[in-house]
């Protein structure tokens, strides 16, 4: 396999949301919990969380090293109109 390289850029670039679907969805006391099926691959224990703003946001699964530091399992940059598709859809899951 080749080298591989990238160019690091100012720009957003979002992901495509071709399809998706919500199962799994409860609440707990961590919050809302729940298994994005993201262009049809399957991403468990995604959560909803809230910026210090208010503004809430998908957050995908991540674990802790032992640096301390969070890392992600799985990166997907939602833009806004499908992160509020996504909160519609698993307010409709949840029943709320």
Same mark, same amino acid.
């Given at each position: 396999?080749?080298?591989? %390289?990238? $160019? +690091?850029?100012?720009? $957003?670039? =979002?992901? $495509?949301? @071709? %399809? ?9 006391? !961590?919050?809302?919990?729940? %298994?994005?099926?993201? @262009?049809?691959?399957?991403? @468990? *224990? ?5 910026? /210090?703003?208010? !503004?809430?946001?998908? /957050?995908?699964?991540? =674990? +802790?090293?032992?640096?301390? *530091? =969070?890392? *992600? !399992? ?5 833009? #806004?109109? #499908? %992160?509020?598709?996504?909160? #519609?859809?698993?307010? +409709?899951?949840?029943?709320?």
């Amino acid at each position: 396999m080749g080298k591989l %390289t990238g $160019t +690091k850029t100012n720009k $957003t670039e =979002y992901g $495509t949301v @071709n %399809t998706f679907s919500i199962s799994n969805a409860r609440q707990t006391d !961590h919050g809302t919990l729940f %298994t994005l099926i993201l @262009n049809g691959v399957s991403i @468990n *224990n995604c959560r909803v969380r809230e910026t /210090a703003g208010g !503004h809430e946001f998908i /957050a995908l699964p991540s =674990y +802790k090293g032992s640096d301390g *530091n =969070y890392y *992600n !399992h799985v990166y997907f940059r939602f833009s #806004d109109e #499908d %992160t509020d598709r996504i909160l #519609d859809a698993l307010t +409709k899951e949840l029943g709320i």
